[in-house]
Structure formats: C-alpha cells, structure tokens
C-alpha cells in the first residue's frame, strides 16, 4: 500500500510541475501587436535624435525624459514600463 501511495504521489506531482511549465510559457511570449507597437515607439524616438538605447543608454534616457510629452500615450505607457519616469 505504501508503494502504491508513493507512486501516486509521484506521477501526480510530475504531471503538476509540467502543467506549470508550460503555462508560464505561454505567458511569456508577448503578442505581435505589442512587439511592433514598442517598435514603432522605438523608431520614433529614433526619429525624434534619441538614437537607440544600446548605443548610448544616458544619452536615450535623457532624450526621451525631453520629448516625453510629445510621444503618443501607447508610446509614454511602454516608455514609462520600461524606463519609469
């Protein structure tokens, strides 16, 4: 009985951690509407002589926090996740 309780146990709690695993996943993986809004946000501030983050990030933070304002409001709300205020 006790084997049998243990293996219960086992195959239960296998099939739990997997059923997590793959839940998170799915989570993780963001939608092609939100990939090319924070593209266009990008290429925008690009526009705007902010360059790109990874090629001088004080000097795009410090450009973005100057034209803010003048972002569209999607634009501002991944900005503001991304970087805060």
Do not use: W
């Amino acid at each position: 009985m006790k084997h049998l309780l243990t293996s219960f146990v086992l195959v239960f709690s296998v099939s739990a951690f997997a059923n997590i695993d793959e839940g998170s996943v799915i989570n993780i993986e963001p939608k092609a509407e939100r990939v090319e809004a924070s593209r266009a946000c990008f290429s925008e501030l690009q526009k705007l002589g902010c360059g790109h983050p990874k090629e001088d990030a004080e000097h795009f933070r410090t450009c973005m926090s100057e034209v803010y304002t003048s972002l569209d409001s999607g634009c501002q709300t991944i900005m503001k996740r991304l970087y805060g205020k």
